[in-house]
């Protein structure tokens, strides 16, 4: 049986609008949620983590940051706990599973998948895919898809 797939679209013009698009995403992104972020570099994918971890009262957008680096940042709140990860220096499934995301997997998380499509795992786990795409200088197509 498969699940319908239902798709948004909005166009954002700056930072700003961004963010305040992720926080009004806590609802649609309501626990337990496996997310793609889906996007090139640049396109505003922790721009728009800023907006949800606002949304779910789990961190201030100074607070968010991309975990390009440490590959996962968590952000605790009476809402949720959001896990954004960043799997873009991640290469094998062995690098994968040393991450231990599973243990992450509960009924109060969220994850926040930065470049899950190199691994068919977070294809086939997902419950809502957010792409974002450079239109302009500030300008974002957000497209989401949930099922």
Known sequence: MTREVTTREITTHSAEETIAFGRTLYELLAPPKLVLLRG?????????????????????EEDVTSPTFTLIHEYRGPRANLYHIDLY?????RELETLGLDDL????SVLLVEWGEKFARFERERDVEIALERMGENERLIRISSR
């Open 89 to 93: 220096r991640v290469d094998t499934q």
């Open 40 to 60: 090139e570099l640049g396109a505003g994918k922790t721009t728009l983590v800023k907006g949800i971890a606002e949304g779910f009262q789990s961190a201030s």
């Open 105 to 108: 997997v509960a009924e109060n």
